[in-house]
């Protein structure tokens, strides 16, 4: 979008007001924590604590994960910018029951670095906190290296699944262990064709050429695996997921993606990507797995994970046994994402 | 008039003239992080500046290294990001090292920044030669503990043009941490933008000593 | 947007392949009748039907509302064309169980026109069809003239509130009734900064000066009450939500807006406005209903009424009775809506 | 070489052209559309000729009525939209009208408009002077009503200049009906997108009848 008429008040408090507007959302089923953190209002004491949280500009998530049979509570960040450590620290004294907190990010260094300073002042409280980095990004690193991948839209099957894990979990361990299973599990693949911009500076985070599309681009538009010619869905939607069929094909920690398995699909849009473009592409998606007898036990489809105003979508893959597939069935509600007990199509 | 041994007033001087130059070099770091990364490197400096303005603006100090302390933690609690974290562990480490120090000297330049540089690495992990701030912190810590016999006048301008040659050598560097990561060897001719902000820092110490 | 960069196939069959990809995002829980229409797997025998429908383009609207306590069927129109009554008739005979059908769609002229003589096919047929047209967009014409409004964002509510009713209705008066009622109830203004455009051409709908809004605008983009400077969110969310107020003033119809009324608050984004800027815009309307004493029951926030990359928001308000109330209180699941049972804050 | 009582194959022969003129006039359509209503008309347009067609390439008549119903009846299910029901209806109502006979002249002219016309106004509720294709269609049935006694040439002649007129008179109109309504006095200065389409499709009749 080269017009940007976005509708703010003061470009440098959108976080702040945003977050205001997102416990609006919530209308009493979450409160504001500190400066700018989360929380549901009711978490049972002897919980064990579910955290999401990073920069903001990508609305509905990450704070709008949080929810029923979801997040507890989220730190939220400046736009694109990780909460720093004072924010995390509040919002994990809000959340803590007494049976400690996991982490469930995404994988960038800012929120790294900051979550952990964090961590540290929480364990300086006497609060255990554990963390799972969110890397699905296959465009970002090979599966050899999966650990130093970038979390993107991957994220809102992920923590569905944990949160619906931490309703039941007894320990940190035990939920740290569902955690790293629904991310190794979820492998993701993005494509952008124009970029989103800062509110406080209404500059594009990136260029790209009128007639190009980067490939495996990241959801703030970080460079992928290179730029192909702008094409058609049907042309471009088998190219991703074949990136998503390799890599669970190449990674030694998982079967391949093969006859007979079932996943759940996410298609997402980055913002500008109608869901008319996403409808599209999913009828090509759902065209390729039914060719290779992969069964969709369910579908997200929408702009959830997005980046402002850019133009791109993404594709999230996550492959089920019994023990997930019974946290998918749990109902979940929130701002960004919320479904009744079971399946579509059960 | 040069300046030798700053007072604690007169190094929160200093600092708040930081402050500024990297408020008004918004537009630079914005463009080198468009480069690179996601934009918002300018934006989020800015707001660490207002909030290190404030908290200097408001206090007084006895020590020089807690100046430096509070310019770091300033700038951790109001920015988030990967600066937000490095930076302010570079200041809150640095001026740590210095925080018994009632004037700031060569010797005070040197444990600044190579104990600032050394947390930072420890914190995230990157080396030099990863095309981040620290290849313009690590020279510029170098030239500081080589000039720790000079005046400080020397001491930093000599640290100052390490910090630039520095981040000039990031242009050629490959990224391998952070958002730019994926870039590769596209990553080649732009300087990291959290090196353009060192650069800049040590650039208007030295211009408020040296003047 | 300037520069279209839209993912698609033969732009000439977006409306095909969406509403294919549609009954994917189903996943099983819809079937694809006839030429484009869609309905649901397992309509009871003897339950009287739901039919919405209208000009594709709108996604996740109007064939998107299709789903569990919300619409049984929905008939499909090409972008922004209202369905043929082919389409009307096809999905009229699928969602038919005997009790007959109530067509509950907005007012425009192509949509009534063909949807009437869908209508007129389907009584051929010995289907019982009875209609009530969405009229919510109080830009559009003054109170005394309210059946002449376009109908707008309000569908939303509408349809989740007349779905839940459907659910019960022993007959299609029954149903009308709460429709009415539903649709008496439930009043939205927009706002847009920007156009969206048509795939088959790629020229945007419609022209508006860079530093303008235009107010009271349709989501076609048809004018509304001016334009007007651009402007931030805190000057412009209280002019909308007057337009509002008055209309419930004026109407002789309704009571006017007054303390102690609840609410439904449904905050839209036509397209390319963010979630970002819905949040900051919920904001200043929540702080305008608290200080009036007016009660929030339950909160919709989203890109739910689109229309293509169009820049523009709006606000829907649906005034509650304990009837309405307990329709509201059902759980819907859908590609576009879907809520648990209760409500936020309960 | 001008034409009198049209034959069902020279009607079907005209009406192609008439598919033909529209769609090439598509870019012209979705800008009347763009300005006053949601600028789909020319695409829907398109759509509907293409149907038209369809239907009357694979058909062979020998009612001319008949390729107008057929003409109407693949428009209305091929469209959807106002201008698919409100086409489809004027041609299937003015064809209706004229199903029993053999040959095209100004009477089936007169006849086919004048039904046509009379069911668009009851499916809809437009006047003329509400700013729609009605207010091509209106003059045109008027002047085709005059003209009965003259020849094919002469009638269709002045039933095409009398819709042009109707096109041109809607520019002064305010917009009461459809999606143009609320722009008010703003929609005074361009013709009504549907008015525009009749006064094409008069005119590309008019050139086949009088070559
Ligand atoms: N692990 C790291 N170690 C040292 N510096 C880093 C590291 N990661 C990022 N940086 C620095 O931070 C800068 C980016 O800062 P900024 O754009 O404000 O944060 P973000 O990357 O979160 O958007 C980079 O240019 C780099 O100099
Ligand atoms: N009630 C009506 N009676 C007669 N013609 C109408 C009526 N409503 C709309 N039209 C005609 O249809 C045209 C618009 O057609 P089109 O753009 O294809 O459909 P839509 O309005 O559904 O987008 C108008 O220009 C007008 O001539
Ligand atoms: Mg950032
Ligand atoms: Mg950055
Ligand atoms: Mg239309
Ligand atoms: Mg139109």
Chains 1, 3 share one sequence.
């Not at chain 1, 996410?266 to 998606?285: D, H, P, Q």
């Not at chain 2, 104990?115 to 510029?140: C, F, H, I, W």
Request: with cysteine; hydrophobic share 40%; proline share 4%.
């Amino acid at each position: 979008m080269s017009d940007l008429k976005k509708l703010i008040n003061d470009p440098l408090k959108v976080a702040d007001e945003l977050v205001e507007g997102l416990v609006d959302a919530y209308n009493g089923d979450c409160i504001h924590v500190g400066q700018r953190s989360l929380a549901l209002r009711n978490i049972p004491d002897g919980k064990v604590a579910l955290l999401v949280g990073g920069g903001s500009g990508h609305e509905p998530i990450y704070h709008g994960l949080v929810g029923k049979n979801l997040a507890d509570g989220a730190a939220c960040g400046d736009i694109f910018a990780a909460p720093p450590p004072g924010i995390v620290l509040e919002a994990t004294q809000a959340v803590d029951k007494g049976k400690g907190v996991l982490y469930l990010y995404g994988n960038y260094a800012g929120d790294v670095m900051n979550f952990d300073i964090g961590a540290e002042l929480a364990e300086d409280e006497d609060i255990d906190v554990r963390t799972v980095l969110i890397c699905d990004d296959v465009a970002s690193a090979p599966p050899t290296e999966k650990q130093s991948r970038r979390g993107v839209a991957g994220l809102v099957p992920i923590v569905k699944l944990v949160g619906a894990a931490s309703q039941s979990a007894s320990s940190l361990d035990e939920l740290e262990t569902a955690a790293k299973k629904a991310c190794l599990m979820t492998r993701s693949i993005g494509v952008s064709m124009s970029p989103g911009s800062i509110p406080a500076t209404g500059k594009p985070t990136f260029d790209i050429a009128e007639d190009k599309i980067g490939l495996g681009m990241g959801i703030h538009g970080e460079p992928g695996v290179g730029e192909i010619p702008m094409t058609t869905t049907d042309e471009l939607v088998p190219q991703m997921l074949d990136y998503i069929f390799k890599d669970f094909d190449a990674d030694e920690d998982v079967d391949a993606l093969s006859e007979g398995d079932e996943i759940i699909l996410f298609v997402n849009s980055l913002g500008a990507t109608t869901m008319m473009e996403l409808l599209i592409a999913l009828r090509k998606a759902k065209q390729i797995f039914t060719e290779r007898g992969i069964k969709i036990y369910d579908v997200i489809v929408g702009p959830l994970v997005t980046c402002q105003e850019m133009a791109g979508m993404s594709f999230s893959i996550t492959k089920l046994d019994d023990e997930l597939k019974e946290y998918w069935n749990m109902s979940c509600q929130s701002v960004c994402y919320t479904k009744l007990e079971g399946h579509q199509g059960a | 008039m040069a300046k030798e041994q700053l007072t604690p007033a007169e190094t929160k001087t200093m600092m708040l003239k930081v402050a500024d130059a990297i408020i008004e070099a918004e537009p630079i770091l914005t463009d080198a992080d468009r480069a690179l990364g996601d934009g918002d490197h300018g934006v989020g400096m800015e707001r660490g500046m207002n909030a290190v303005k404030e908290k200097l603006e408001a206090s007084e100090y006895e020590s020089v290294g807690k100046v430096f302390m509070d310019f770091g933690m300033a700038m951790m609690s109001s920015m988030g990001g990967a600066s937000g974290a490095v930076f302010g562990t570079l200041f809150r480490a640095g001026g740590r090292s210095i925080k018994d120090s009632s004037t700031f000297g060569p010797q005070e330049l040197a444990n600044l920044i190579t104990s600032g540089t050394e947390s930072v690495m420890d914190r995230g992990g990157a080396k030099p030669g990863d095309k981040t701030m620290v290849d313009a912190l690590d020279p510029a810590g170098t030239a500081a503990n080589s000039a720790t016999g000079q005046s400080l006048v020397d001491a930093m301008t000599a640290t100052a043009a390490a910090g630039v040659a520095g981040r000039d050598a990031s242009e050629a560097m490959i990224a391998t941490m952070g958002r730019a990561k994926t870039l590769g060897e596209k990553s080649i001719g732009h300087p990291d933008a959290g090196a353009v902000s060192v650069a800049i820092m040590l650039n208007t110490m030295k211009d408020f000593i040296t003047s």
